[in-house]
């Protein structure tokens, strides 16, 4: 099993459609999670970090579900600024504080 | 603005010979990383430094090598450029407090010809 894995999309959505992307993680120790967005050619940028209780900033809600090791992002009320790629990042803790990457799930949000 | 910078931004290089990216922070973070993303494989991790010249590998470690002398600087290291090394490199720095979030540079685009 990958450490992280995510939907391998592609997403096509309409403008003002709900999305949700799903992830699972396979190290039962990781600590942190966190959901970045990538943009064509451009470095990943933070989007939300994940906590326990489940989180929500605007039009976006992360959720962690740590007994079945599954991290979830959903985007309500898409715009055309949404479509990005969306990258599941999981901490695996320890002294050293590695992350490891999801490949991605590609978002395009049409008008 | 995380204050990283990576340097060359665009490079390109013949097979064989040596190349150095530099990864430059302002705020002092213990933690450094080195990526490399290429399509197909997302973001994996090549080394990382959890300060001066402290280093371990990461999975893709063959053929690349780090230093880290100052607290600011992350340099990365092809000893012999080959053909499959062509990717886009980030330098990422970790906060290493609250949620440890990572923060990365622009990138360096390598083509080895």
């Known amino acids: 099993r990958k450490e992280v894995e995510q939907d391998p999309g592609p997403f096509n959505v309409p403008e003002g459609a709900t999305v949700a992307f799903n992830c699972t993680y396979s190290?039962?120790?990781?600590?942190?999670f966190f959901w970045y967005r990538q943009d064509c050619r451009k470095e990943p940028k933070l989007l939300m970090s994940?906590?326990?209780s489940g989180n929500e900033d605007g039009r976006f809600t992360a959720q962690l579900n740590r007994a079945s090791q599954y991290i979830s992002l959903l985007i309500r009320d898409s715009k055309l600024s949404d479509s990005a790629t969306y990258l599941c990042?999981?901490?695996?803790?320890?002294?050293?504080?590695?992350?490891?990457f999801g490949k991605g799930t590609l978002l395009t949000v049409n008008p | 603005d995380a204050g990283i910078t990576q340097s060359p931004r665009h490079k390109v290089t013949e097979t064989g010979t040596p190349v150095t990216l530099r990864c430059h922070q302002t705020?002092?973070?213990?933690?450094m990383y080195w990526y490399r993303q290429d399509p197909g494989h997302g973001l994996r991790l090549i080394h990382y430094s959890y300060g001066v010249k402290d280093t371990d590998k990461g999975e893709v470690s063959d053929g690349y090598s780090v230093s880290r002398s100052k607290t600011e600087d992350f340099l990365l290291t092809l000893e012999s450029a080959t053909s499959s090394q062509t990717s886009v490199y980030f330098c990422a720095i970790m906060t290493g407090t609250g949620w440890n979030e990572a923060f990365f540079g622009q990138g360096t685009r390598l083509t080895v010809v």
């Open positions: 994940v906590y326990s």
């Open positions: 190290n039962s120790a990781s600590q942190s």
């Open positions: 705020e002092n973070h213990r933690y």
């Open positions: 990042v999981v901490n695996s803790g320890g002294s050293n504080y590695k992350l490891t």
